[in-house]
């Protein structure tokens, strides 16, 4: 993935969501078409997403900080996950 932010048809941010986010991501996945992607933006890299993802058929590309040219100096951390179905 390039710097630039992907065409992700869907976005979810789950940075400024109270408790986890585990349901939030798995119902916005659950009816993801094959030709869409999910855009994950997160404050974290969300590993233990990862084995989730795969075991339920989609792949995966992460990206840490800037994607967008903003300055985020003062950001504690972003990440990005595009998740398509495999």
Known sequence: ??????????????REIDGEPFGDIMDAIADLPA??????INSFEPEPLYGVLEARGFRYETTAGDRDGADRSNDPGVWYVEIRRK
């Open 1 to 14: 993935m390039n710097a630039d932010r992907p065409d992700a048809e869907r976005q979810l941010d789950v």
């Open 35 to 40: 030709d869409e992607s999910l855009l994950l």
